[in-house]
């Protein structure tokens, strides 16, 4: 049964569960992958390009157009991201330096061409912080309205206690992808775009996240090259970056919930709210402010549709097909 493929351009830090994601989203036949845009985020965006460019040749996709964003964020320095993604920034595969190059177009002009090119067809999926998606709007505020729509994994929105246990930002109160760049976030989530995101609250939830034992086993009987790749992330990661409090993967990458909503956005429950990130002091710079009062409740307030659940099972099943698993399977 033939699908019309639904149009993507994914902007990504790679990095371990980046790197993940870029395999679903070439891998998932009913994707077409446009295009790949770096941020600087785990790694500057030029270090990103080229951890992007590895996996392509690891996969045999050397078609795909990679394009390298800003090396810093819009307004402030470039932090250090605290997490490990080993030696070589992809779990420590040391993958040969790739031979193909980024293209010469800077990342925010190769989004607002795209999605120009294909008016209300292009879909953004955003694992990174919001750099190259706030300066293409900045560049070319018409296609605010020309983006099918976006979904960014970012925000700690308090549905539960994991959005400040698990604070990846530099202080308290924030999530990194906001906290790097909370500038091109607040541009972003400002703009009226049609956007979904994904918080702390959800995608480090390990009630609702998480690659049990009989996932493990779906993907070691693909034996493919993206499974066999996604196994030995999934290792590597928790093995260095994960809490062992329960006999589950549940620290890992994380980013692949972001695709999988994008895949399959019936896996998750939203909830609209008025939101607003704060770019103020060290407390709280990055933090995603949630206007939750019955009353004297701020008006002006951008609103977004954020994650207030994920089904386990529909995630860890698209998770599965992405990788090459049959789907429906």
């Known amino acids: 049964m033939s699908c019309k493929k639904r149009k993507l351009i994914y902007d990504c830090d790679p990095g371990t569960d980046d790197s993940v994601c870029i395999l679903m989203a070439l891998t998932h036949p009913e994707i077409d992958l446009l295009a790949i845009t770096t941020e600087s985020g785990n790694f500057p965006a030029d270090v ?12 045999g996709r050397e078609d795909i157009p990679v394009a390298q ?5 819009l307004a402030r320095p470039y932090p250090s991201d605290p997490y490990s993604h080993g030696e070589d920034g992809l779990g ?10 980024p293209v010469s177009v800077f990342a925010p002009q190769l989004i607002a061409d795209t999605v120009m090119k294909y008016p209300e067809e292009v879909s953004i999926v955003c694992t990174a912080p919001l750099t190259n998606l706030a300066l293409a709007i900045m560049m070319k505020p018409e296609i605010v309205h020309m983006i099918k729509d976006v979904y960014h994994l970012g ?7 994991y959005a400040w246990t ?12 906001i906290f790097v760049d909370p500038e091109a976030a607040k541009t972003v989530y400002e703009s009226e775009l049609n956007l979904t995101t994904i918080g702390l609250d959800i995608a480090f939830n390990p009630d609702m996240v998480n690659i049990d034992h009989q996932t493990i086993d779906k993907l070691k ?25 329960k006999e589950l ?21 939203t909830k609209t709210i008025s939101v607003t990130v704060d770019t103020g002091g060290p407390l709280t710079c990055g933090m995603t402010i949630w206007d939750r009062r019955d009353h004297f409740r701020w008006e002006h307030l951008p609103k977004i549709r954020t994650a207030v659940s994920i089904n386990s099972e529909l995630y860890r099943k698209t998770f599965v097909e992405a990788l090459g698993g049959r789907l429906g399977g």
Not at 69 to 73: D, H, I, R, S, Y
Not at 166 to 177: F, I, L, V
């Open 48 to 59: 990103s390009a080229n951890h992007a460019l590895k996996i392509l040749e690891y996969i």
């Open 69 to 73: 964003g800003m090396l810093k964020p």
């Open 92 to 101: 420590n595969h040391f993958f040969p330096e790739p031979k193909i190059k």
């Open 155 to 161: 925000g700690a929105y308090g549905f539960n206690s």
């Open 166 to 177: 698990n604070a990846t930002g530099d202080n308290p109160m924030s999530e990194w992808n």
């Open 221 to 245: 009987l693909l034996n493919n090259k993206q499974s066999r790749y996604a196994l030995e992330i999934i290792d590597y990661v928790d093995g260095n970056n994960s809490i062992k409090e």
């Open 249 to 269: 993967f549940i620290n890992g990458p994380i980013d692949t919930t972001c695709m999988c909503a994008f895949i399959r956005p019936e896996i998750l429950t």
